[in-house]
């Protein structure tokens, strides 16, 4: 378990920014392995999921659960993208989001980077898939910026 729980922060830690791994995973997260590879799967926190281990890259889709985790935790996370409140429900409800509305976005964002929407008070309100830079999501005025994958008030 121990060295399952140090291979998942440091994965943490490189996809979303040092320090980000102890804050996201606690010593009792619990790790669900794939049956058919025995490779991690899933990991949960009192029964909630965090995040998900992509088979193909080896990296984490956050849950939204995860995704307030890193957030609170005030861990310097660069996968933060900032949104105009006026836009927070049709977010959070999954719309995906556009330039025009990202407000800030870290510069260390690449395409196809796993990303944490908030509004202008720091609260979670999506997660997905950046399709622009982060550098581009601030200085482009059209165009989907992050497709979103899971929004905070979509059920499920």
Same mark, same amino acid.
């Given at each position: 378990m121990e060295d399952a729980l140090r291979r998942i922060r440091s994965v943490a830690d490189y996809q979303f920014g040092k320090g980000v791994g102890e804050a996201l995973f606690p010593k009792n997260v619990e790790i669900a392995y794939s049956k058919r590879t *025995? #490779?991690?799967?899933?990991?949960? !926190? &009192? %029964?909630? +999921? /965090?995040?998900?281990?992509? =088979?193909?890259? *080896? /990296?984490f889709s956050l849950s939204i659960e995860g995704a307030r985790r890193i957030v609170e935790s005030g861990a310097p996370a660069k996968c933060i993208v900032t949104v105009k409140n006026d836009v927070s429900k049709f977010i959070a409800e999954g719309g995906d989001v556009f330039a025009v509305h990202v407000l800030k976005a870290n510069?260390?964002? #690449? =395409?196809?980077?796993? @990303?944490?929407v908030v509004n202008e008070r720091g609260e979670v309100l999506a997660v997905g898939k950046a399709i622009l830079s982060g550098e581009e999501m601030?200085?482009?005025?059209? %165009?989907?910026? @992050?497709?979103? #994958? +899971? %929004? &905070? !008030?979509?059920? *499920?």
């Open positions: *025995g #490779r991690i799967r899933y990991v949960f !926190l &009192s %029964g909630k +999921r /965090l995040v998900t281990m992509r =088979p193909m890259d *080896g /990296l510069n260390e964002i #690449r =395409p196809k980077d796993e @990303v944490i601030t200085a482009f005025k059209a %165009g989907v910026a @992050v497709k979103v #994958r +899971r %929004g &905070s !008030l979509e059920e *499920g």
